[in-house]
């Protein structure tokens, strides 16, 4: 099998036109193969179920998943009111689509359909199930989800989506169904490997709160403080200001670290509500010590390539076709003065010549190490690079044995 890869990019006044354009110019770039996979990144400007049917009108019954995200990345750099397609196609790939759309409900639930997907899905090598997902970045419990897959026969990394920040609405796609509050998964088994590299910019300044009042996704107070308070304090600007907008889409760039002993566990606000608390996507328990983290431009480039260098690391000999890029919508918001600034980081490590799609979210998920759960990621870049492996040739192999067989066979007729 030869894994080959493209990426469509398109701008155009509706979702259904981009989605075309995308389309066809992936299709025209991959060549007579026909795809095994398709990957949507849509802007959230664009009607989600407009850009998957028009995807399906040109793919036919290929698998595909997809995601909102502020805007698309691709080799170019950053796209605003885009759509980016990606297509990977292989001859012994098997893949498979799915939609849950119960996710926001219950990411425990979730965690359990995802176990029963790879169970039914045995081979006889029984390698682990490799799943590819975009899940709602507002609604639902990644971090319950990551939990509930502990010890699970499947490797597993995805995003979060991003979408509007006034309504909390993100959109997922799979197939020609698209909405929000739902996981689009796609099972992938074949030659097709797949290494993950994440890293971030961000450090502690000194600043350190106790948490001391949370409830589920929201942190309450900061030192007995209504956390608008706490950062009021520090930035200058009145707590109340804090509630509305700009200051409350800012704050993602200023997350906290939550102290557990070893490295700092990053978890980065939404927003800011208009009581001064702070809402979550990952519950942040009471009693918990926290640094209040920043970030700049030169150390997210070095972060980048850092989780590009772990990616192509985790690849092994297995050669990059295709590179996805998941970062945190707060790298956006960082890189205003320089678009793309992630993209040619992430560029500077794997080459300009493999292609290239991803998207901005509120988060990921990536494999866990020696039976731990998944992780699950605030504020980080996620490098996911999709290579083929290296297989010896059926002949050469077929010689090897017959060679083996045949000096046996000498042995044998000496000792006679």
């Known amino acids: 099998m030869t894994l080959t890869a493209s990426v469509g990019q398109a701008q155009a006044l509706s979702g259904h ?16 193969g026909a795809p095994s996979l398709a990957i949507v990144i849509a802007s959230r400007y664009y009607d989600a179920k407009e850009v998957a049917n028009s995807v399906s009108s040109l793919l036919g019954n290929t698998p595909t998943i997809g995601f909102s995200s502020a805007s698309t990345l691709t080799k170019e750099g950053r796209n605003k009111n885009s759509v980016a397609v990606a297509l990977l196609g292989g001859s012994d790939l098997n893949i498979t689509e799915h939609w849950l759309p119960g996710y926001a409900q219950s990411g425990r639930e979730t965690a359990s359909h995802l176990r029963e997907l790879a169970s039914t899905k045995e081979t006889e090598d029984q390698k682990e199930k490799q799943i590819l997902f975009f899940a709602d970045g507002f609604n639902g419990d990644a971090e319950q989800m990551c939990l509930a897959l502990t010890g699970a026969p499947l490797s597993i990394v995805g995003g979060l989506s991003s979408g509007n920040p006034h309504t909390g609405t993100t959109s997922q796609i799979a197939g020609t169904q698209a909405g ?29 709160f106790r948490v001391t009042r949370s409830r589920g996704f929201w942190i309450r107070t900061l030192d007995g403080r209504p956390a608008s308070e706490a950062y009021s304090q520090l930035f200058g600007y009145p707590a109340s200001e804090w509630g509305f907008p700009p200051l409350n889409y800012l704050v993602r760039l200023y997350p906290l670290g939550i102290d557990q002993g070893q490295e700092l566990l990053v978890r980065s606000p939404l927003r800011v509500e208009a009581d001064g608390s702070f809402r979550m996507n990952a519950p942040v328990r009471d009693g918990l010590d926290a640094y209040l983290l920043t970030g700049s431009p030169a150390t997210c480039k070095e972060a980048a390539q850092r989780a590009a260098q772990k990616a192509r690391l985790a690849l092994g000999d297995a050669k990059p076709v295709f590179a996805m890029i998941l970062a945190d919508i707060s790298w956006q918001m960082l890189f205003k003065a320089d678009p793309g600034a992630e993209v040619a980081a ?12 991803g998207g901005y979210t509120l988060g990921q998920v990536t494999p866990g190490k020696d039976g731990s759960p998944p992780n699950f990621l605030n504020q980080h870049i996620t490098v996911v690079i999709f290579g083929e492996e290296k297989k010896e040739e059926v002949s ?3 010689l090897r044995k017959s060679a083996v067989e045949k000096e046996l066979k000498e042995r044998e007729n000496a000792k006679e």
């Open 17 to 32: 036109e981009a989605g075309l354009q995308a389309t066809h110019q992936a299709l025209k770039d991959i060549g007579m």
């Open 180 to 208: 929000s509050g739902s996981l689009a998964a796609a099972m992938i088994e074949g030659n097709l490997k797949i290494g993950v590299g994440s890293d971030h910019g961000w450090r502690p300044i000194g600043s350190q």
């Open 346 to 357: 992430v560029q500077d490590v794997i080459g300009k010549d493999i292609p290239i799609a």
């Open 396 to 398: 050469t192999i077929t």
